[in-house]
Structure formats: C-alpha cells, structure tokens
C-alpha cells in the first residue's frame, strides 16, 4: 500500500491528556488504574477512567449529542491542537473531502442504561430527554466528531469490538486510494459503562487486581475509556524524519469462537502476516511489537504463540494495557498513537504490572522501558467475534 | 460535488425483508408485474451454525446469515474467499433491551451469552464462524445513512483491492420500550456481490458517485414506506431498477446534502 501521513495525532486516556502527558507516563512507568469508583458499579475490579470528563461541555448546538462517550472525544480531540489541524485540513481540500471513521464498541450505551432506571412506572416508557440516535447510537461519535468539525463528507462509525479503531485505519485508507476523500479523521472513543464492566465480568475475565498482560497469573483485563485521534492525509514527497507514516494494514477473522480467540492465534498469524505484505516488510524489519496483550489467559496465549510463531523471540514487545487499561473500542487508535510516539522518541514502553512472564511464552517482553532508535512498529488489536487487525508504522527516515 | 465514480459487477442479490422473501421471489413485485403485500419478515434458522449457536441466535444473526448466503450462492461463490463488509444501523436490539433491563434492575448479572451477543459484530463473527471465512470484515454503522454507508465501503475494496466483496445489510427490531425511541418496523436485510469483473452471471453493472441531488423515491406508497422506515431498505431504488433490469441513473439516500448516484447498465 502507498504510506500514509499521520499529520497530527492525540490521544487520552487514564494515563493522561494529550500527548505530553501520556509521554511522560510511558517514560515513567506510570499506569493510570485504580479500584473501579465509576457510578453504582459494585465490582471488586479496577478501570482506567479518565478524569474530568463529567465536566466537559458540549457546544449548546450539537446539545442533544451530550453522553459521556462524546464528552470523552471532544476531551480527546481537542488536545494537541488536533482540532486547528482538522480545520486547517478542512480549508485546504474542502469539507467534503475529508472523511470520519471512528472506531467504538459502546458509543453511548450508558445514556440507555441510566434510562432504563428512569421508566414510567405505568407504562414502562424511557424519560423524554432520552436521544437513541444521537446518544446510544453506535454511529453517535462518529456523527458528534462530523458535526463537531462541520465537515460533509463520507461518515462512519466502525464496531468490531475490541478491533474497532483499528480498523478505521483500512477503511481510511481504501477511501483515499479510491479517490472519494483526501484526507481523513481516524480515531477511536470508548467510555465506561456498565455493560462492559458487567458483562467481562461474567465471563470471569475481569482482573481483579490491575491486569497482567503475558504474566504466567495473569486473571483477567482491567477495562480503561479513551480517546484517541488521528489525521491521516496523503504523504507528501518531502517529509521531517520524525514525520510518522501508516505502512501497513492486515486483517482477518478467526472464524472460531464469539468471545474465544483461535487457540494457536491462527487469525491474528494472519493479520499480522497481511501487514507485513500490505508494507513490503518482513518480521526482521520490525522494532517494536505494541501487543494485543488484554491479559486475558486465552488471548495472551494466542496472541504470543502467533507471535512467536512469526517473529521468533528477539523482536521486543510489550502491552501497554497495564498503563492505560484495556480500552475497547478505543484500543486500537490508542495504541496507534502510543506507537507514533515510540518511532519519535525512541522509546519502547515497558508492559506494567507483569511480575513473572508466562514461561509458555516465549518473547522479548519489555519490563524495562528501553531507548533505541526505531524504523517501524506493529500495533495488535484483536476483538470478540474473532476480529483481528494489524498496523504497522515507521518514521519518514 | 466529488466526480470519482467507482464500477463493480452485481454477481449476486440476497434480500429479506417483509413481504420480500428472497430474491426470486422479489423480483416481480419489485419490477412491477405483481403487487406488494407488507407481510412480516419470515427468518429462517441459520443451518450452518452448530446447534448451541443456531439456539441463541437472535433475528439479525439468523438475517444476516440468510441473505448472506443467499447472495453467495447466487454468485456461485465459495462465502471463504470472500472479505466482507457487514452494515447495520443497530444491533441485537432485543439482546440490547434485556442486557439494559438486568442492568437497572436489583440483580444486574448479565449472561455471557447475552454480552457477546451485544457487540455490533456479532452477527459479522456469526457470519465467518458459520461459513468457516477467515477473511476480513469491515463492520459499520452510520445510523439511517449505513446501507450507504456499507455500499461505499465495498465499492472501495472492491476497486481499491480489485477483489470481490459480499456487502450484507441488516436491521431488526428494538421492543418497547426502545422502539418507541426507534420505530423500526420490521426485519430487513439485503446482501450483493460486487465484483470488479464481470462473469458470466453478473447482473448488472453499477457506475457510483457522490451527489448532491435528493435521493429517489419509490412510487408504491408500502415500499416507500419500507425504504422510509429502514436503513438497510434505501437500498431499494437499486433492487427495484435491477428487477427492472432497467438502463438508466438512480439516487440513493446518504447523508443531508450528500447522497450516492448509481449508473446501472444490466448485463
């Protein structure tokens, strides 16, 4: 595929807002989870929620968007001057031609689930000032960024669960080749509601503790809400050397199990072997594995013997799950941003709270933040339904 | 406006909807020859599935299912080869309104089932674990816009990747009292095979593009109000003109201000 420019790129999550803070983070081994305080939750688990995001305002014209899933992508988006740069996209190609493809798995599903409290005794009606299609919606942050943006062009909201906001960055890129748009919104927002929360934890696979990834007792994800944003446009030919390029996507399916991945992570083999055609790069090329890494026991060991299985055990990996919480929907573009910032500094981020590697698994698993100069980096995102996706990115030189 | 067009071949048509149940059958109410009955959507059980599966399996997974594979034999395609764009403009909405239910009520443990059924792929993992494909899905939704939203998409692989693609749209219902917030009224769902060659079984080709002009509108006043009244039924102009087997420009519904245009020459 013809590399793409990340323009501009944001990202914010429990670990902090925007791309200072969640550099300094990373440099700091610092995670952001904590015992799970969000609403009437009564679950011995712990979360990433992202601070302040009650308080954000929504601008009183896009009012009926107003639920804490768009509440926590404005936060994101208007980070880093990420907003300028999409309005400065805009007035270079035109509103039309720059597309929105955000990547969610609950949108605003706790709206609905709040309402559900709120029923007419009698005739079991929602309250009045429910929105379904603004507020629950899966398509709402999508259109909220749209309208957010005032931009008029093709729109989309992308839900393959936990794969989500990695995919929008194929759909992007087909757009683009195609010809429809130039330029494109790619991100992904996931908020806390309790669907999720109570949901993987009846499936037994909520930590209990902060999670794990690849550790031999690991028991579970800690599940985390982000936002997190990206320009992609088309690369010009002179480029600064920190400049950051989408080489590569892969994609596939397990066509194995709901919420199961494929025992010997035959479906994530694949993704990561379509990356690696789709940039013309082979397992060698690659610096930095930014794993799936839930630290569910099953994915972890499917991810890490298709791993293996790929790249043998020296190229260094780690998850960054244990710093920012597994955030869903949002993962992908999260993680995306996260590997931006390890091709500019250099940086590959330790995997936090992994006490003893899973001796089954045999990788280059960071416990150490490391510093070295890095070419390119593979991103995993992997999702129920047996969704897999994977990035790779590099630096312009 | 944009004056990108993108081609592909129609190899296959599955739809299911109310009073439309398949594509033969359809194909004469929609050209006009025998009238249009509004009857409820029959679904059929998805055979494919292993039996725990094919238990729990919701309208849009048995939906989805059914016009997919309708779609792909009518191509004559092996489901394997074939990356697919799946579309919906909701999810399960009565696995929805029970997982909301449990989570407002006293004992708010939800089933496992019931959780990974309400990931807006599940009908897509459902889809690929029944027919054994391990190639891509693209996943969507964009509200009232997703069938088109869907179509864009595909035509993109389509061209871009120059493979062949199965787009699969499905709506179904919410119960009350979701559906008095979203009135959908009945189960729909269509599948196409789009192609970037033709064959000997292509049915038509599409030339598409992005318009500004309004979308078309169907002259039965019950299948407009279908087209009206579900997402995955915009795509109606396009089947009728294909039933038709019609030359000629139709415009599909979108966005405000921003529809999809669709060249059909029948082959």
Redesign the interface.
């Known amino acids: 595929m013809k590399p793409l420019l990340l323009s501009h790129f944001t990202a914010t999550s429990c670990i902090g807002r925007g791309l200072e803070q969640t550099l300094d983070a990373l440099r700091h081994n610092r995670s952001g989870l904590a015992p799970c305080t969000f609403e009437t939750v009564?679950l011995a688990t712990w979360v990433g929620e992202v601070a302040g995001v009650d308080e954000v305002c929504i601008p009183p014209h896009l009012a009926d968007y107003d639920c804490r899933n768009n509440r926590l992508a404005q936060l994101a988006f208007t980070q880093d001057n990420f907003a300028a740069a999409v309005q400065a996209a805009a007035a270079k190609y035109g509103l039309?031609?720059i597309g929105v493809f955000i990547g969610t798995?609950t949108s605003g599903?706790l709206e609905?689930?709040l309402a559900?409290?709120r029923?007419d005794p009698v005739s079991?009606?929602?309250p009045d000032d429910?929105?379904?299609?603004t507020q629950?919606?899966?398509?709402?942050v999508?259109?909220f960024t749209r309208h957010y943006f005032g931009l008029?062009?093709?729109?989309?909201?992308?839900?393959?669960?936990c794969s989500?906001s990695a995919?929008v960055f194929?759909?992007a890129r087909?757009?683009m080749?195609?010809?429809?748009i130039d330029a494109a919104v790619v991100g992904g927002v996931d908020s806390l509601c309790?669907?999720t929360l109570?949901?993987?934890n009846?499936?037994g696979l909520t930590a209990a503790q902060a999670c794990r990834p690849y550790d031999a007792a690991r028991d579970g994800i800690s599940i985390g809400e982000a936002g997190a944003f990206a320009l992609l446009e088309r690369a010009p030919a002179q480029l600064p050397d920190d400049a950051v390029l989408l080489l590569g996507v892969g994609?596939?399916?397990?066509?194995?199990?709901?919420?199961s991945p494929h025992p010997e992570g035959?479906?994530a083999r694949?993704a990561m072997q379509a990356a690696l055609g789709a940039a013309g790069l082979t397992p060698g090329d690659i610096d930095y594995i930014n794993l799936h890494g839930t630290a569910t026991p099953s994915n972890d060991a499917a991810e890490g013997k298709a791993v293996a299985a790929l790249f043998g055990a020296t190229t260094p990996c780690s998850s960054t799950k244990g710093a920012t919480g597994h955030t869903l929907g949002a993962a992908g573009a999260v993680e995306a941003v996260i590997c931006a910032l390890t091709l500019q500094h250099g940086l590959l981020p330790a995997g936090l709270n992994t006490r003893q590697l899973d001796p089954a698994l045999t990788l280059d698993y960071l416990l150490a933040n490391r510093t070295q100069a890095v070419s390119h980096v593979m991103s995993n995102s992997f999702?129920?339904?047996?969704?897999n996706c994977s990035l790779i990115f590099g630096r312009a030189h | 406006?944009?004056t990108?067009t993108?081609t592909a071949y129609i190899d296959g048509i599955g739809l299911l909807g109310p009073g439309l149940t398949g594509w033969p059958d359809s194909r004469p109410i929609l050209a006009g020859q025998q009238a249009y009955q509004n009857q409820t959507t029959v679904l059929p059980s998805p055979a494919l599935l292993p039996a725990a599966?094919r238990r729990r399996s919701g309208a849009i997974v048995k939906l989805t299912l059914a016009t997919g594979l309708e779609a792909v034999t009518a191509a004559n395609l092996d489901p394997t080869t074939l990356p697919c764009v799946y579309t919906a403009?909701?999810?399960d909405g009565q696995n929805?309104h029970e997982?909301?239910?449990t989570?407002?009520s006293d004992d708010?443990?939800?089933?496992?089932t019931?959780?990974?059924?309400?990931?807006?792929?599940?009908a897509?993992?459902?889809w690929?674990?029944a027919?054994?494909?391990?190639?891509?899905?693209?996943?969507?939704?964009?509200?009232d816009?997703?069938f088109g939203?869907g179509l864009?998409?595909a035509?993109?692989?389509v061209?871009?990747?120059n493979v062949p693609v199965l787009l699969i749209a499905s709506d179904t219902t919410y119960p009350?009292?979701?559906h008095?917030?979203?009135p959908i009224p009945d189960n729909f769902g269509i599948a196409l095979v789009l192609s970037p060659r033709q064959s000997a079984g292509s049915l038509a080709s599409i030339n598409i593009s992005?318009t500004g002009d309004a979308a078309d509108t169907l002259d039965d006043a019950a299948l407009e109000q279908l087209r009206r009244g579900i997402p995955a039924a915009r795509s109606l102009p396009l089947l009728q003109a294909l039933a038709q087997e019609r030359n000629g420009r139709i415009v599909l519904d979108y966005?405000e201000?921003?529809r999809i245009a669709v060249a059909i020459t029948p082959c």
Not at chain 1, 130 to 133: E, L, S
Not at chain 1, 251 to 259: K, N
Not at chain 2, 108 to 112: G, K, L, Y
């Open positions: 009564d039309q031609r798995s599903i609905t689930e559900y409290r029923r079991g009606a929602l429910f929105r379904y299609a629950h919606n899966t398509f709402s999508a259109d008029t062009g093709p729109a989309v909201a992308v839900s393959s669960a989500s995919k194929s759909s087909r757009m080749a195609a010809g429809l309790l669907t109570y949901g993987f009846s499936l994609e596939s399916s397990d066509a194995y199990h709901m919420s035959l479906g694949m999702g129920f339904g047996g969704t | 406006m944009n990108i993108l599966e403009s909701g999810g929805c997982i909301c239910e989570l407002a708010r443990h939800i089933s496992p019931r959780f990974h059924n309400s990931v807006h792929n599940a897509a993992g459902y690929s674990i027919t054994g494909a391990m190639t891509p899905i693209s996943v969507l939704c964009a509200y816009a997703s939203a864009l998409e035509m993109t692989q061209v871009v990747d009350e009292p979701l008095h917030a979203r992005l966005f201000h921003l």
